[in-house]
């Protein structure tokens, strides 16, 4: 179930949310639970959403400088304040702008990736989109319609996969998180090429791609089970 | 981590109600992707919508077929008088722009750092309505412009915005487009334009215009069957462009001089006795005024300024009077007088006056005045026009021969920088980079207290904007109907295709209702867009859901009928040899050679602009599918004759640096034999500055920064090709 919570966290960071629900999300013993349960995700040996751990699988706790540089670390102790959140997400999570870094993976995935006479970088509602908005309604959910442009939104990839988690289906979410979130390196080359700070964001992504890494182990055995479903 | 309400937030509708039984739903994307791919083939949710593209003004219609909410294919409506069953390339690439990741997704305001946030509509129509105030209090209504690049619903409500505010000065892009030609032609015959009847002539003349560049389909289809019934067609450009793969010939002509070719045609329709007397007789005024003021305009008198040889344009008239009447020079369109010299509107003169000599006028394969459909009057009061502004379109006194139903909008820039003009609106219109000079229109426009810029993606113009409001794309909007002319009238509908991509996007018929709701002014836009289409399409004995069905309808009732003599609606109810508002305005009574404002020094070329098959505009560049075809085939490249780049030690595909006091750039060349001698052609599209624009952006030369600032006397173009250039090896 933590590791649900976890998720969920990391999608807000990076979607719409009230100034209450940021200001209740960020309060200290809040955040320090979410970086906690996002380092044991970091390093347990373990499939997505397991509880517990052998004593067997156990490693030495490794601190999460091991994933994230010292500024990028610095930037998750100290979440952003709701106003730098909104006015970050102003400027870049803004389309058409200079500094557009809008977090969905149809823009950061290339349009046509056979095809290397067709240029890279796709547009809004690429294969990602329709794929995640199928998922989704065969799951009974919605895509909200401040997402209807990217239903393959970081924010919404992310909260499906706290759901998936919350409903036991610990093997799709897996499968989901294995094959969804590899445009992330290039998203981050984004992040990195701003002029401004975005070390929160960037730290975030790293603790994404940290996550996905260490869940390679089991990502086969939950795709195989998940690629003879049919959708709904 | 321990769940608790915040942490079990969540952005997807339902979640709480997902079951683990909901497993069998999941499936993974290689599985997806295979289902999705034999969907797509069966085309089981398929939905076909009748359109209008926006690539460019031609609006063609077209049938979009959508599955699973997906735009997947299109196909030209044959019914569609401009698409006669075809989509251009551009057609098909521009369909892109919905997806694209460049667009503009939210309204936009620039802070005090000069950087773009987004912020709420509310935010940014308040605080618009309330400088639109200051400047309506501080200045008046006439110290507020609109400059738009008109489109359906645009043309109706950004202008009748602008008119509720009570200014006058609404503008559209036609000083850098075709001001010039239509408002010349106006001058000689009382209308703006004619159809050629290509298709059917013995022999057309086109001047500066390509079919195969500026594509319309249902022209390029004409050209064809022209060429295949035996018509002698003949293109007079600098560059051998595209269409003349139907030509009979190419005549390649100094730039600017297409008036010395037609006045010294003329003179030798009339030396000769070759022209149709009667007709002339018939119809025309001040023709012996004309004639007497062409005397000594021979063809070796124009050889020496065209560099046509004398004996080829004596051929031409010769082939012209044989032809005639089933012959005539073409309109053009922007080309080579639209709005590109300082003799523009006086070629347009005397290019009608030409076909007048030919009395061509509404014979078969000649010259034809055919109507537009129209709608009738709205008897609703929601829809009664607002009250008449006071005063005149700002330029009117400066050019009085520019058409009023378009003004000079790059006076409205002059007197933007002047500091009369305080608030200016855009819409559809990339008036910064296309217009004119850049550099004088960014400093321009700078100095406003207000600009406002709706578009879909960022633009040049949109940088230099205060507030952008994001417009949904053509696909995701329905618009007015677009009554259009030609041998039969018609009307035609753009229909949504697609539902709104971006949800904080909007129509331009919607931001203009709320905006001036905003303003104070509301109640002339007490309607829905449905409501105006449909009451318009009433009048004319349709309806909006009878027109949605079909996307074109034509009036075959009131098509054009050959032989009827047209009604000239001029002052005089003549054809005008002579005018006398061009005298009133400084420019001779009748049209006489009129140099270039710009003649090369020694080792500078004359520069010349256009369009290329697959590209037109600014907006077409920033599609990857169209560029990745410019790239291919390096269409951004300056032309430079064979025989000028071997003088310089040129050759094909050389860095070359092409400058002159404007501007330096750098950019491989294309070395051919395509071009005039003396000549630099440079595509008119590319060179975009906006690093929004991830596609576009440095891609390419942009010829308007070669451009100086300047407007045409008493018509009142932008004069788009007056300037020369030089060009060498980088490193020579």
């Known amino acids: 179930m933590e590791d649900a919570a976890v998720f969920s966290t990391l999608a807000q960071c990076f979607g719409p949310v009230g100034e209450d629900e940021w200001n209740e999300l960020t309060e200290s013993a809040q955040w320090s639970d979410f970086l906690a349960g996002a380092r044991r995700l970091l390093q347990d040996n373990r499939p997505l959403g397991a509880d517990g751990q052998r004593l067997s699988d156990l490693r030495a706790r490794l601190p999460l400088q091991e994933f994230l540089s010292a500024r990028e670390l610095s930037a998750l102790f100290a979440p952003p304040s709701y106003q730098e959140k909104s006015d970050f997400a102003a400027r870049h999570f803004t389309g058409g702008l200079p500094d557009s870094v809008v977090p969905v993976e149809s823009l950061h995935r290339p349009a046509h990736p056979t095809d290397p006479g067709v240029p890279a970088g796709g547009g809004y509602l690429g294969d990602a989109a329709l794929y995640v908005r199928d998922v989704t309604d065969g799951l009974g959910l919605e895509v909200p319609p401040a997402f209807a442009a990217c239903p393959d939104h970081l924010a919404l990839e992310l909260d499906l996969v706290a759901v998936l988690l919350r409903s036991g289906m610990e093997g799709p979410a897996l499968a989901f998180l294995a094959e969804r979130f590899g445009w992330l390196t290039a998203y981050r080359a984004r992040l990195l090429g701003l002029d401004e700070d975005a070390s929160f964001y960037i730290g975030l992504v790293d603790l994404i791609m940290g996550i996905v890494a260490q869940q390679e182990p089991f990502e086969e055995g939950a795709l195989n089970g998940c690629a003879m479903d049919s959708v709904a | 981590m321990s769940e608790n309400a915040i942490t079990r937030r969540s952005f997807l509708a339902g979640s709480a109600g997902v079951a683990a039984a909901a497993a069998v739903g999941f499936t993974s994307f290689g599985a997806w992707q295979q289902a999705h791919a034999e969907e797509e083939a069966g085309e089981g949710r398929t939905e076909a919508v009748h359109t209008l593209c926006n690539a460019c003004s031609s609006k063609c219609g077209y049938t979009a077929y ?541 520069l010349v602009g256009g369009k290329e098959a697959i590209m037109t505009h600014t907006q077409t560049a920033n599609i990857p599918e169209l560029m990745n075809i410019a790239e291919q085939y390096g269409l951004d490249r300056p032309w430079i004759s064979a025989a000028d780049a071997a003088a310089l030690g040129i050759e094909d595909n050389d860095e070359c640096v092409v400058e002159n006091e404007q501007h330096s750039g750098t950019s491989k060349v294309r070395v051919t034999e395509r071009i005039a001698p003396g000549v630099v052609y440079i595509p008119s599209h590319f060179g975009c500055s906006v690093p929004e624009q991830h596609t576009a952006y440095g891609f390419g030369l942009r010829i308007m920064d070669y451009v100086p600032f300047h407007i045409e006397p008493a018509y009142g173009s932008a004069m788009t090709q007056e300037a020369t250039v030089k060009i060498k090896k980088v490193g020579a």
Not at chain 2, 72 to 94: E, F, M, V, W
Not at chain 2, 500 to 508: A, L, M, R
Request: with cysteine.
């Open chain 2, 66 to 606: 959508v599955v699973d909410g997906k735009l997947t294919k299109l196909i030209g409506d044959p019914q569609n008088p401009n698409a006669s069953g075809h989509l251009c390339a551009r057609g098909y690439g521009y369909s892109q722009i919905a997806y694209s990741k460049d667009r503009l997704t939210d309204p936009l305001k620039k802070n005090a750092q000069g950087r773009f946030e987004a912020i709420s509509w509310d935010q940014a129509y308040a605080e618009i309505a309330e400088k639109v105030s200051e400047i309506i209090e501080k200045d008046g209504p006439g110290a507020l412009a609109l400059v738009q690049d008109p489109r359906p619903s645009g043309s109706y409500y950004a202008k009748r915005f602008m008119t509720a505010l009570g200014s006058p000065n609404s503008y559209t892009h036609g000083a850098a487009c075709n001001l010039s030609k239509v408002s010349g032609i106006t001058q000689a015959i009382g209308a703006g334009d004619w159809v050629s009847d290509v298709e059917n002539s013995r022999m057309t003349m086109f001047i500066g215009r390509s079919y195969c560049d500026g594509i319309r389909p249902s022209q390029v289809a004409a050209l064809e069957r022209a060429y295949e019934n035996g018509s002698r067609l003949v293109m007079v450009d600098p560059r051998c462009n595209n269409s003349t793969v139907f030509a009979t010939e190419w005549v390649p002509i100094t730039p600017g001089t297409d008036l010395a070719l037609v006045l010294a045609m003329s003179n030798v329709l009339i030396k000769n006795h070759l022209y149709d007397a009667d007709f002339v007789a018939a119809n025309g005024v001040g023709f012996d005024e004309w004639a007497e003021a062409i005397s000594g305009c021979t063809p070796a008198w124009a050889e020496q300024i065209t560099g046509v040889p004398a004996d080829t344009i004596e051929r031409l008239a010769a082939e012209f009077a044989e032809a005639a009447p089933a012959a005539s020079i073409e309109p053009s369109w922007r080309g080579a007088y639209g709005c590109a010299y300082a003799n523009s509107g006086e070629t347009a003169r005397a290019v009608a006056l030409f076909n007048t000599l030919l009395g061509c006028w509404n014979q078969p394969g000649g010259a034809l005045l055919t109507s537009s459909a129209a709608a009738g009057k709205l008897d609703d009061p929601r829809f009664a026009a607002p009250p008449k502004p006071e005063g005149t379109l700002l330029g009117t006194a400066e050019y009085p021969l520019a058409a009023a139903s378009m003004g000079s909008a790059v006076f409205a820039g002059e007197m933007a920088k002047a500091g009369v003009l305080k608030g200016m609106f855009f819409y559809n219109s990339n008036m910064a980079a296309g217009y004119s000079n850049p550099a004088y229109l960014a400093e321009a426009l700078s100095n406003l207290e207000l600009m406002v810029v709706c578009d879909v993606q960022m633009s040049e113009t949109a940088l230099l904007a205060d507030y952008v409001l994001p417009e949904t794309s053509y696909l995701e909007r329905a618009e007015l109907p677009e009554f259009g002319g030609g041998k039969v009238p018609y009307v035609a509908l753009r229909s949504q295709v697609l539902d709104v991509i971006h949800p904080n996007t909007k129509s331009c018929d919607q931001i203009f209702t709320e905006l001036a709701e905003a303003c104070g002014v509301g109640e002339y836009f007490a309607f829905t867009q449905e409501e105006l289409a449909d009451a318009q399409l009433k009048t004319v004995g349709l309806d909006l859901d009878s027109l949605r069905l079909v996307g074109t309808v034509q009036f075959p009732e009131k098509a054009f009928a050959y032989g009827a003599a047209p009604k000239w609606n001029t002052p005089t109810k003549k054809v005008q040899f002579t005018s006398e508002a061009c005298a009133k305005a400084g420019l001779s009574a009748s049209p006489v050679w009129v140099e270039p404002q710009t003649v090369p020094e020694d080792g500078a070329f004359r």
